[in-house]
């Protein structure tokens, strides 16, 4: 019983009050494998008041100016930032990434997104063109969509589900978000903040469960016009065949195999620290023993190299970062998301043969070049079927410009404008004078 009490027990945020649920979900610390934490098991009621709460709660923010809103999110940004240290040990504890992580990625990044957002939302401008021969104006002007459905993944909690409500609601949209039932707890610390940033009530709603169950009805209800997915492929499919029958909009950020190409004359001292970072900031056994089964080596982590754990944490979630070489590419490994501390290393021989093999995934997000030779950075970087190449570097981000995969990898853009436009409805009007 004691245990019980203990633990931390989340509640929905609807119409700007925190709601208790029927019915609840384990939430487990991954460094212990303990319970800690119980989720809401949110279904089509929560949903349905959340769609009410937040039809209530359109007309007045949208008729907000742009620069009253902008107000509203800087307010936000700041009484996140105020709070970093204690979003940080949550998002730590509760996702399992590094305390160092948190602190200097995540957190600061979730308070940048509303500051961007804020910023951005002014700077946006219409097109107009005339006709003098028949005495006509033309111009377009762009309104909120209405109720977005936000459903943000497990690996950056606060940073996707941040990325996503920040031009939401920027744009005059009121916000239904679910974020993932495994690591819920940052969402539920912003909802704290958001009556005294001077969010309205009704214009972000957060209703926690699974997608079975809230992220369905969610997506199928007809008054959500809009959804924003950052998760795995066959959820967006799934999406897909809901939304279908509503013509809703849509944007899907889906998986990756990304890679990461270093040619003979990469400067190894920049190039190996990134791409170790790259490779192992994540936190997948059976792929490392269906790699072996395949003839693959490992190198050192996962099988070779003993894990040793203070007694707390041996039922905790861990793995070594794990190497393997002498793998063929169409191996599961090369050809699938791995979400763990696995890279595979593989040698080839031209520019020509490694673009064809990285092209050969179903995935396009995001790929690393490294060289020193200009002229073949632009060469390789034009052909990669990738969103989005960094060369010479990994994930330095300019939030003006589109973010978002090609193929597998997902529909949309996200980014100033691609936001913008995603979350906006464009209307031509035209004037007889």
């Given at each position: ?7 931390l ?21 991954p ?14 009621e ?10 209530g ?12 809103r ?27 990434k ?10 600061p990044r ?20 005339q ?24 690996n950056?909690?606060?940073?996707l ?14 916000v ?10 940052t ?18 709603n957060?209703?926690?469960g ?27 499919e799934r999406i897909?065949?809901l ?9 899907l ?24 970072r790259?490779?192992f ?6 792929y ?24 707390r ?17 169409e ?5 699938e ?10 040698p ?22 490294w ?9 390789v ?5 990738s969103?989005?190449v ?32 995603f ?11």
């Open positions: 019983m004691a245990a019980t009490k203990a633990l027990m989340l509640e929905n945020f609807i119409d700007g009050k925190f709601l208790p649920c029927n019915s609840y979900i384990d939430s487990y610390d460094s212990t494998g303990e319970v800690y934490c119980r989720v809401p098991n949110s279904g089509k929560e949903i349905k008041a959340a769609v009410e709460a937040a039809r709660a359109f007309p007045g923010w949208s008729s907000r100016s742009p620069q009253e902008s107000q509203v999110l800087n307010k936000l940004a700041d009484l996140l930032e105020q709070s970093l240290e204690e979003l940080a040990q949550a998002e730590s504890k509760d996702q399992g590094t305390l160092i992580l948190a602190r200097t990625m995540d957190i979730s308070v940048q997104n509303f500051r961007f957002f804020a910023s951005s939302i002014l700077h946006h401008t219409s097109e107009c063109t006709m003098d021969h028949l005495g006509c104006m033309h111009y377009t002007v762009r309104t909120p969509v209405g109720i977005a459905g936000l459903i943000s993944p497990w950056l909690p606060l940073y589900l941040t990325w996503k409500i920040a031009p939401a609601v920027a744009a005059g949209n009121t239904i978000a679910k974020p993932s039932e495994l690591t819920s707890v969402a539920w610390m912003l909802c704290k903040l958001l009556d005294k940033a001077g969010v309205p009530p009704g214009v972000v957060i209703v926690f699974t997608g079975p169950r809230v992220g369905e009805a969610l997506v199928s209800h007809p008054d959500v016009p809009l959804i924003s997915f950052t998760g795995s492929q066959p959820t967006a897909t065949q939304s279908a029958p509503h013509c809703k909009k849509l944007s950020e889906l998986g990756g195999k990304n890679p990461a190409i270093i040619f003979e004359d990469a400067n190894l001292d920049e190039c190996i620290p990134a791409t170790v790259s490779s900031a994540n936190q997948v056994k059976s490392v023993k269906k790699a072996l089964a395949e003839g693959a080596q490992i190198q050192c982590g996962e099988g070779v190299d003993k894990l040793h754990l203070p007694a944490n041996q039922a905790g979630y861990f793995m070594l970062p794990t190497v393997i070489t002498d793998i063929k590419d191996s599961c490994c090369m050809k998301e791995i979400f763990g501390p696995v890279t595979c290393v593989t080839f021989d031209n520019e020509e043969e490694v673009i064809q093999r990285a092209n050969s995934v179903k995935y396009g997000l995001a790929a690393t070049v060289s020193r030779d200009v002229g073949r950075i632009h060469r970087a034009k052909k990669l079927q969103g989005l960094w060369t010479n570097c990994w994930l330095i981000r300019e939030l003006n410009l589109p973010f978002g995969g090609m193929k597998s990898s997902g529909i949309g853009r996200e980014g100033a404008k691609d936001s913008y436009d979350f906006t409805e464009i209307k031509t009007i035209t004037v007889k004078h």
